[in-house]
């Protein structure tokens, strides 16, 4: 039996402490008698072990004949070596390594996916163990059922849903098999638009398994919503799906003929599918695989990715105005990602583009979602002179050009000659010759071709330089990803100069993450490690005492909830810029690995990255649970000696916030440095002091 593989990735480099998840790969003669193995003695081992506290958690995936375990251990490492010894001892078993496990985070779609991804992946394995050492029956249309309930929960469309199947059969293609039959055809049908489970149903029997798939589709899907997903939502879902039917012990060539038939279903009857696409559900009616070849994967067209692409953002409220539209169905995005596929080129995700020599990024192709929105708040107008502070690929630059076309000129500067060769190259590819392209140092601007009536920043400032000060039109608008706190608290501005020495802005920011910027500019965020996957990102300035927050996590964690309610979709991602200025306390962010997340040693609320208060050795932290119907209740967590103190203050903040409307648009004023008296609430910058107000 051909078992569908492990999804092959290629993850950015890791750089950060090996995890806490230990991998052992155990091999057998062949597939079935591995799975008898998983039935009759791992299954119960595994539970039990989970039940005492030796592990905190399991899952699995297959490799033909190997089944690879990740177990995270308990607190007593020699009771989890004895478990290891148990389940190792078996006849059957004919070779156990022990490799090092790095979480696929990338390919999840980030750590935060990663931490949903793990919680999924243990309810699932836990249920598929149980239901094989039960029969295992009907495992082909659980895996089409539990899909289905993901990218549903997920927020997809039927159609949308019909291109994760298309992802998958592209994915699982089997060039020697024959296309599904009607009778296939019809039982998917009957499996992909059910609304519900019959009796005799594995998941009436079991309803927390399908619900497991529903949160971590909905969590998945706020996720996108705050664009913080590494990847395409449609990418992450097809990985799912893919590790979803490997668990389950469904083959490469039954995963190509079940997804082909549900994309046959989805875009061929979609005349048969009844208003809201929910039927009757039903799990008892064998789908039966066959042996059939199948037409080559169609061929992908740009255009028609680029017009996709276009209707998303239009959709999602990124592109607001017809010249940003225009601009966005123009500018061929392929001529600048050369060597990448297309449908990741128009995907909504960001491309990484060079790293340094330890993985980290150091320029990318930013989220066409977030190209949008800055652009929206740049506003350029036909004739403008435009100074863009890092070039990157060069797209940005043929969306200026397009927004400055007739009479426009655009100027971007790019730190590093070979990334300036690549976007010179790339834009005269798309017939963009008339961008001027400088390779030097952003934060110095370009004196030559001032004054501009917009200047737009790509990456991550520390500061607004005293050249964009000097290069800015009278009257005009600098857009810029400002780190307002050490920590890496970024927003983007949209400031309009109101006099010589003065700009204000008074729009709602952009929640958004950029490289940080390089070269004169550059600035280094502060941290201190609590544990080997949590770090306290902080302002040094706030003098902490670093090792007594290091200490903060070996006292117990006390929680404190507010009674305050809050959607996905409520106006709130500025509550920790308001903390920010607010708070009584120094502010800092939690970053936490899905590690720590997923062994419960920190759970902060990810919506806010992390946002937190500290004094002394006590750590105080934004969280929230889900309290049903969308809904999740605001509080706080802490750790540390004045625990209970400090999560009463945090949570005093929290309603003082509430009280107060829930402000979510702040004003903010930058002056020049010098220009006036720096007040104890400004945020001081070398060039610039900020003054930022709700």
């Not at 119960?44 to 030796?54: K, Q, Y």
């Not at 500061?463 to 964009?468: P, T």
């Amino acid at each position: 039996m051909d078992l569908d593989p492990e999804p092959d990735t290629e993850p950015p480099p890791a750089t950060g402490p090996v995890s806490r998840w230990r991998q052992v790969n155990l091999t057998f003669a062949d597939w079935r008698t591995a799975e008898e193995y998983a039935a009759a003695r791992l299954a119960p081992a595994l539970v039990a072990a989970e039940d005492d506290g030796v592990i905190r958690a399991f899952w699995f995936v297959r490799k033909s004949e190997t089944w690879r375990l990740r177990l995270l251990p308990g607190g007593r490492l020699p009771r989890f070596y004895a478990l290891l010894a148990g389940i190792t001892a078996d006849d059957r078993i004919r070779d156990v390594a022990e490799p090092v496990y790095r979480a696929e985070a990338y390919a999840f779609g980030g750590e935060d996916a990663m931490r949903i991804s793990h919680t999924l992946f243990h309810a699932d394995s836990r249920h598929i163990l149980g239901h094989l050492a039960a029969g295992g029956d009907h495992r082909r249309e659980l895996g089409v059922l539990l899909a289905t309930r993901l990218m549903r929960a997920a927020g997809l469309e039927f159609s949308e849903q019909g291109d994760v199947w298309r992802h998958i059969a592209i994915r699982r293609h089997q060039p020697h098999a024959t296309a599904p039959g009607p009778g296939l055809i019809a039982a998917v049908q009957r499996l992909v638009t059910a609304s519900d489970d019959t009796p005799r149903s594995p998941l009436s029997a079991a309803p927390s398994w399908p619900r497991v798939h529903e949160q971590a589709g909905r969590d998945l899907r706020l996720l996108d919503r705050h664009g913080t997903l590494t990847r395409d939502l449609r990418s992450v879902l097809t990985h799912h799906v893919l590790f979803l039917f490997n668990r389950l012990g469904i083959s490469a060539t039954d995963t190509w003929l079940l997804a082909s038939a549900a994309v046959h279903v989805t875009f061929h009857h979609s005349s048969d599918i009844p208003p809201g696409y929910h039927s009757a559900g039903t799990t008892d009616s064998r789908v039966k695989a066959v042996n059939t070849s199948q037409t080559t994967p169609e061929t992908v067209d740009a255009a028609a990715l680029r017009e996709q692409l276009v209707s998303t953002l239009n959709q999602r409220g990124h592109i607001r105005s017809t010249p940003v539209e225009q601009a966005f169905r123009t500018v061929p995005r392929e001529k600048f990602l050369p060597g990448v596929d297309l449908e990741t080129v128009y995907n909504r995700r960001q491309i990484v583009t060079k790293r340094g020599p330890h993985g980290v990024a150091l320029s990318s192709a930013s989220s066409p979602s977030l190209v949008a929105d800055m652009l929206e708040q740049l506003d350029p107008q036909p004739g403008d002179h435009v100074l863009e502070i890092g070039a990157a690929t060069g797209i940005n630059a043929a969306l200026l050009a397009e927004l400055t076309n007739p009479g426009g000129t655009v100027t971007t500067i790019e730190l590093d000659q070979d990334l300036a060769d690549g976007a010179r190259a790339a834009l005269d590819r798309a017939g963009y010759n008339t961008v001027e392209v400088i390779c030097g140092d952003g934060a110095l601007g370009h004196p030559e071709s001032a004054p501009y009536q917009r200047i737009i920043v790509t990456a991550g400032a520390w500061d607004i330089s005293a050249a964009w000060w000097d290069q800015l039109a009278d009257q005009g608008r600098i857009v810029v990803p400002l780190r307002v706190h050490e920590s890496g608290l970024t927003r983007c501005f949209a400031f309009d100069r109101t006099g010589p020495t003065t700009l204000v802005s008074t729009t709602t920011p952009l929640v958004c993450g950029f490289v940080p910027m390089r070269g004169t500019a550059e600035h280094t965020d502060q941290h201190i490690r609590l544990d080997s996957d949590v770090v306290l990102k902080l302002d040094a300035a706030d003098q902490p005492d670093r090792a007594a927050l290091a200490r903060a996590l070996h006292h117990p964690r006390h929680e404190r909830w507010t009674g305050i309610q809050v959607t996905d979709n409520d106006p709130v991602g500025h509550l920790d810029l308001w903390l920010l200025v607010n708070a009584g306390k120094p502010f800092g962010r939690l970053r936490a690995g899905d590690t720590a997340r997923t062994s419960a040693l920190v759970t902060p609320a990810y919506r806010w990255a992390g946002a937190a208060i500290y004094h002394g050795g006590t750590i105080a932290y934004l969280a929230f649970h889900e309290t049903g119907d969308g809904q999740h209740e605001l509080g706080a967590i802490a750790n540390g000696p004045d625990a209970d103190k400090l999560a009463t203050e945090l949570t005093d903040l929290l309603d003082q916030w509430d009280e107060a409307g829930r402000p979510n648009k702040p004003t903010v004023t930058a002056h020049r440095t010098g220009t006036r008296p720096v007040q104890t609430s400004d945020i001081s910058r070398p060039d610039t002091v900020l003054t930022i107000s709700f």
